[in-house]
T-cell receptor, first 113, second 114 residues
């Protein structure tokens, strides 16, 4: 049983395209996140979503938008993809925030060509 | 705002030797501290966390970490490493509210040499 699952695992696409990455968690958690890991393995929070409250990292371009149809899903939509968007994107979830453990998905490696 | 510094980007160690991975943080508020491990082409897995109480925290796979408030450090240690410990290790903090998620250090690549 996969706790946090992301699809697809790999995504190769051309500049200018629009793409989505799906994330589902079966842990019953109430908070979900998207993180970006760049080519130097640096991880940075993009969004957190808790009880319909969205907190956005101010450095994230508005081409990125999270969409949550229900508490178990937080999808990531990216419009007008750019070369610099190439990275590994991780979805995570936790029960509450603060000191609770975040469970991570396996990551989606996005390559923009 | 908080930040995390992992001073070593890469640490080579011989198998069965002890290892310490360093982590320092800065924050204007009280924080929770975490160590995560990332094996090649995988997601992150929690090794251990410090919330409060005893400053020595024990985690999975024989790892432990010590919280030092005066030095704002949370160094990770293992007395004897194995080849299977080869991975990327990330130190992270979250504030007590936590709504902003985790702030990660840049990671330390632990290389175990036979």
């Amino acid at each position: 049983d996969t706790a946090v699952s992301q699809t697809p695992k790999y995504l190769v696409t051309q500049m200018g395209n629009d793409k989505s990455i799906k994330c589902e968690q079966n842990l019953g958690h109430d908070t979900m996140y998207w993180y970006k890991q760049d080519s130097k393995k640096f991880l940075k929070i993009m969004f957190s979503y808790n009880n319909k409250e969205l907190i956005i990292n101010e450095t994230v371009p508005n081409r990125f938008s999270p969409k949550s149809p229900d508490k178990a899903h937080l999808n990531l939509h990216i419009n007008s993809l750019e070369l610099g968007d190439s990275a590994v994107y991780f979805c995570a979830s936790s029960q509450g925030t603060g000191g609770t453990e975040a469970f991570f998905g396996q990551g989606t490696r996005l390559t923009v060509v | 705002a908080q930040s995390v510094t992992q001073l070593d980007s890469q640490v080579p160690v011989f198998e069965e030797a002890p290892v310490e991975l360093r982590c320092n943080y800065s924050s204007s508020v009280s924080v929770y501290l975490f160590w995560y491990v990332q094996y090649p082409n995988q997601g992150l897995q929690l090794l251990l966390k410090y919330l409060s109480g005893s400053t020595l925290v024990k985690g999975i796979n024989g790892f432990e970490a010590e919280f030092n408030k005066s030095q704002t450090s949370f160094h990770l240690r293992k007395p004897s490493v194995h080849i299977s410990d080869t991975a990327e290790y990330f130190c992270a903090v979250s504030d007590r509210g936590g709504a902003d998620g985790l702030t990660f250090g840049k990671g330390t690549h632990l290389i175990i040499q036979p």
